[in-house]
């Protein structure tokens, strides 16, 4: 499965809503599609699986939707934290995939 | 608590071999299984595969077919990941993690760099 993410690059501003898009050349199965966050020179960190589904400690500022092919991750009100990187996986098979990634970038 | 501690970094020729440590603490290793994750410098999150450390049967991803190999030993609670024949696009960090998608909880190492460079 091959996954796009859109855009390439967000640029806004603290407090502002962030909508990330993450596609994929086939149907996800059970919706096994997880987000991670990556911080420059920090390893990545799980925010959502299954499509919808809050890791342990992620704030409700998160949050994931999303069926089939099309998913979504929204952040409500980005804080300074959450300017990085931004990746979706497929988890579904064999090899897993990611996403190229979104980066979130000051306005 | 559950840390996963990884080996330093490495600078290795073209043909040579590494192998990186994950050492688990805090939980045994057999419980969980274990996944290896690479990103090159500049670039994105590459899956590598992962390994069921309750059985030892690895799963590699299709790019790195014969050059990989995940291993385990359960008495020192580590995992391992070597590759041969490196190749200077092998340069990378090289991420251990164990994450369990079905409770959301997850722990990384903090990554190895190894570089491959003549």
């Known amino acids: 499965t091959v996954l796009t993410q859109s855009p390439g690059t967000l640029s806004l501003s603290p407090g502002e809503r962030a909508t990330l898009s993450c596609r994929a050349s086939q149907s996800i199965s059970s919706n096994y599609l997880a987000w991670y966050r990556q911080k420059p020179g920090r390893s990545p960190r799980l925010l959502i699986y299954?499509?919808?589904t809050r890791a342990t400690g992620i704030p409700d500022r998160f949050s994931g939707s999303g069926s089939g092919t099309d998913f979504t991750l929204t952040i409500s009100r980005l804080e300074p934290e959450d300017f990085a990187v931004y990746y979706c996986?497929?988890?579904?098979?064999?090899?897993?995939?990611f996403g190229q990634g979104t980066k979130v970038e000051i306005k | 608590q559950v840390q996963l501690v990884q080996s330093g970094s490495e600078l290795k020729k073209p043909g040579a071999s590494v192998k990186v440590s994950c050492k688990a603490s805090?939980?045994?290793?057999?419980?969980?299984?274990m996944i290896w994750v690479r990103q090159a410098p500049g670039h994105g999150l590459e899956w590598m595969g992962w390994i069921n450390t309750n059985s030892g049967i690895p799963t590699y991803a299709q790019d790195f077919t014969g050059r990989l190999v995940f291993s385990l030993d359960i008495s020192v609670n580590t995992a391992y990941l070597q590759i041969t024949s490196l190749k200077t696009e092998d340069t990378a960090m090289y991420y251990c993690a164990r994450i369990d998608y079905g409770s959301g909880s997850q722990y990384w190492g903090q990554g190895t760099l190894v570089t491959v460079s003549s």
């Open positions: 996986q497929d988890y579904s098979t064999s090899p897993q995939t």
């Open positions: 805090g939980y045994t290793l057999s419980s969980h299984g």
């Open positions: 299954g499509a919808s």
